[in-house]
């Protein structure tokens, strides 16, 4: 394998040696990209024993199966609409999302603000005074003197203090677990519904239930073994040496330009794509900006609680596909239909059905008491009408990822693309969710891409706009 370590220098060979650390959508982004062109000089090393990374899934002891969190696919590219059509899409089912909000003892259908006929009336008319004021606000206002300082200052100038208050800050303060004024806005691009008043109050006078808006709301989900299989079916068309799986990288030396993984293998390298949390990789490099990253970077941890159930799904739940929880006294901040993704998801789909539920936490968060959150999942599940009562629970299962979001925080802002051009000034490729710590480029689609570019560039001089320009990507 010539990025083994080897007397041969790399310089001699006719392509040059592209080492990728992590089997994740990025790695396997680029290596897919790199068989198109006919780089054949490469190779991944990944330290799990199974390939996707973050984007797996896992079947616990009663035959359920479980994501680490809730995975779909919809995409912002034709490229991976062509690669996600020739491999995946025949495997998958292709679902209508209806995502829910609960609030005051019932179900609102999402986007919130284009369904406020459903709030009880002193609260609807909050919201919409709110809408109101802003209307008149904005009329006076220059938008120079608009200017959003933070994402709590961007939800109030955008939704009013209704809506802010009832819904998207308790709602934000739960899935981010930071405070909302130290977080940018930048990564909202098309997550989050605009404002519309003549479209809200026409809702609100037809009793209109408005739930189509999104760039996902349709979206695919395998039908067996859940989002793994994406990565697995990807994987299959990479040779199977390219891709050494539990080969876990302990030390980077970016002056002799080698990896050294835990068995004492150095694998030598001219250009090195990872997707190692940027946090540690510039420790594991002895970069002098680690101190620099692990100041101003920040993210959170979250659990994942699946409930199996044994009977038939509620009648309530046969269509939903996920649902937000923004009140305090209910530990997780969105829940998961993850049956209704695909049937195969559980062991019996004639007489069960499964529940995948999260929970954010960080220093700011109250559930930190994992050993009992199970309970507490099942209590607020009870207390929210997923599920009857207890007994009803056959399965449980619990993952905790220690970093699951790279939080879009204002101080993110002022150093990450100074970090991530440094490194490529020294052909390190920082990218993926965690790898380039930009939570608004963060999906499936979007890491996979990540690779994609980062071969161009490194082969074709191409310009990468996903790292860059998020918001023409998600434009």
């Not at 208050?165 to 930071?178: E, R, S």
């Not at 479209?199 to 209109?208: G, V």
């Not at 941890?301 to 923004?326: A, D, N, R």
């Not at 905790?400 to 979001?405: D, G, I, P, Q, V």
Request: with cysteine; proline share 4%.
């Amino acid at each position: 394998m010539c990025l083994v370590a080897t007397k041969l220098k790399t310089t001699k060979q006719k392509q040059p040696s592209i080492l990728i650390l992590g089997a994740g959508p990025t790695g396997l982004g680029a290596a897919y990209r790199l068989q198109e062109l006919g780089h054949k000089n490469f190779l991944i090393l990944e330290k799990n024993k199974f390939v996707g990374g973050l984007a797996t899934s896992f079947t616990d002891k009663n035959g359920f199966t479980w994501d680490i969190g809730g995975h779909v696919i919809h995409s912002h590219y034709k490229y991976f609409d062509q690669v996600f059509n020739k491999h995946i899409l025949l495997h998958s089912y292709t679902l209508q999302r209806e995502a829910w909000v609960w609030l005051y003892k019932k179900f609102i259908p999402y986007p919130f603000q284009y369904n406020l006929h459903y709030l009880p009336q002193k609260i609807q008319n909050e919201c919409i005074e709110g809408l109101k004021n802003l209307k008149k606000n904005i009329a006076k206002l220059k938008s120079k003197e608009r200017k959003s300082k933070s994402f709590l200052d961007w939800i109030l100038e955008n939704f009013g203090k209704g809506i802010a208050n009832h819904f998207l800050i308790p709602q934000n303060i739960k899935t981010w677990g930071y405070p909302l004024e130290n977080l940018n806005y930048s990564w909202i691009g098309d997550r989050v519904a605009q404002i519309n008043l003549k479209r809200t109050l026409k809702n609100i006078a037809e009793k209109k239930d408005d739930i189509a808006w999104g760039p996902n709301n349709l979206f695919h989900f395998p039908k067996k073994r859940g989002t793994r299989f994406i990565w697995e079916k990807i994987a299959k068309t990479i040779p199977k040496e390219k891709i050494q799986i539990n080969n876990k990288v302990e030390k980077i030396n970016r002056e002799k330009k080698y990896v050294q993984t835990a068995n004492g293998q150095k694998y030598f390298y001219d250009s090195l794509i990872t997707s190692i949390p940027l946090t540690k990789l510039l420790k594991k490099s002895k970069h002098p900006l680690t101190k620099k990253a692990q100041k101003n970077l920040v993210s959170s941890q979250v659990t994942i609680v699946g409930l199996g159930v044994k009977g038939k799904t509620l009648k309530k739940l046969k269509t939903k596909c996920w649902m937000y929880f923004p009140e305090k006294n209910i530990p997780f901040f969105r829940a998961t239909v993850f049956s209704n993704y695909s049937k195969n998801n559980v062991p019996d789909h004639k007489n069960q059905w499964s529940l995948m539920l999260e929970i954010s936490q960080t220093k700011n968060t109250n559930f930190n008491n994992i050993g009992k959150l199970i309970d507490q999942v099942i209590d607020g599940a009870i207390q929210t009408k997923l599920i009857k009562n207890k007994n009803e629970v056959i399965s449980t299962w619990k993952h905790t990822e220690k970093l699951a979001y790279p939080t879009p925080t204002i101080s993110r802002d002022l150093v990450i693309d100074n970090i991530l051009k440094t490194l490529q000034k020294e052909q390190i490729y920082s990218r993926g969710r965690f790898g380039a710590w930009k939570y608004e480029v963060g999906n499936m689609d979007h890491s996979f891409m990540q690779g994609v570019e980062a071969v161009d560039n490194i082969l074709n001089d191409k310009k990468e706009v996903t790292i860059w320009k998020p918001n023409q990507v998600n434009g």
